[in-house]
């Protein structure tokens, strides 16, 4: 089952930034033995395709940590993000690590099952990520933004990184993550009755 947790792991991960976990496969394939990718995901490693990941990451990097570019930002991600958290499973649980030997063994009848469960993983993270943001907006006039991106970000390395090296922290990760769900909704309905209210005595 490690196939999994590292699958769902940089899914997760996607889901917050979408070229971070494919970038950390990458680097991590080429320059070190964390990770061997399958033939069929070897143009991970290719120094053009690291190179154009990077660059679109700087890009994501500096879009979300701005007030309003933020969410035109997560609009445009709303199709990058899935794709990539279905591109990260799919390398991630088809790869061997230190901690998975055989990973052909789990997908192996069915290669589109970890591309459909990675994207719908990513949109998951995503949309909680999505619907967060203008909560953090409201309540901080805009300044935890740039504190929120970063805090995603570097969650997402984490989640990334211990998705390749020791998958079976990625429960904790999706612990977190299954917290700050119930967080983003209860502070939506608070700021949904607030308004309400205002509207009704104002």
Do not use: C
């Amino acid at each position: 089952m490690f196939e999994v947790l590292t699958g769902t792991g940089l899914a997760a991960s996607a889901g917050l930034n979408a070229y971070i976990p494919l970038l950390t496969m990458g680097l991590l394939a080429r320059f070190t033995g964390a990770i061997d990718l399958p033939s069929g995901w070897a143009w991970l490693t290719n120094g053009w395709t690291l190179a154009i990941l990077a660059l679109l990451l700087a890009i994501e990097v500096v879009a979300d940590k701005v007030p309003v570019v933020d969410h035109l930002n997560d609009a445009v991600q709303t199709f990058i993000r899935p794709t990539a958290g279905g591109l990260a499973f799919g390398a991630g649980s088809t790869a061997e690590t230190v901690t998975v030997t055989d990973p052909g063994s789990f997908f192996s009848s069915h290669q589109w099952v970890p591309i459909v469960a990675g994207a719908v993983i990513a949109l998951g993270v995503h949309g909680v990520k999505a619907a967060s943001r203008p909560v953090v907006n409201a309540t901080t006039a805009g300044v935890g933004a740039p504190v929120a991106s970063t805090a995603e970000d570097i969650s997402s390395v984490v989640m990334s990184i211990v998705a390749i090296v020791l998958p079976v922290l990625v429960l904790i990760g999706l612990g977190v993550l299954l917290w700050a769900t119930f967080w983003v909704v209860r502070k939506r309905r608070q700021r949904k009755a607030a308004v309400e209210t205002r509207q009704l005595f104002g």
